[in-house]
Nanobody, 126 residues
């Protein structure tokens, strides 16, 4: 059974940085795409960043230039480096994976992903 476990969330001031990690296990074979999503109270879950097996990445406009997605295949771990954080980045952040996706570019739609972690909270104060 696939498990995705996020960590690294916390509370920071605006302008600060956090690095989220997603440790995964139980895959039958490597997922074609992985991604980070976030959901603020009262809002829809939205795609933040995604990465395909070919290394291609995709970012939401709101985080371009501030967030970086990466993965360590040897450790089965996905990362999200978040710099220059803003109060509007406050949300629960979720790791997701899928066995089937487009690589050009990897999707940011939550409907494209079927495997999800439990989330880690990120709070940014002004």
């Amino acid at each position: 059974q696939v498990q995705l476990v996020e960590s690294g969330g916390g509370s920071v001031q605006a302008g600060g940085s956090l690095r989220l990690s997603c440790a995964s296990s139980g895959y039958t074979y490597s997922p074609a795409c992985m991604g980070w999503f976030r959901q603020a109270p009262g809002k829809e879950r939205e795609g933040v960043a995604a990465i395909a097996n070919n290394g291609r990445t995709n970012y939401a406009d709101s985080v371009k230039g501030r967030f970086t997605i990466s993965k360590d295949n040897a450790k089965n771990t996905l990362y999200l480096q978040m710099n220059s954080l803003k109060p509007e980045d406050t949300a629960m952040y979720y790791c997701a994976a899928t066995y089937g996706c487009s690589w050009f570019p990897p999707p940011l739609s939550k409907n494209s992903f079927g495997l999800w972690g439990q989330g880690t909270q990120v709070s940014v104060s002004s």
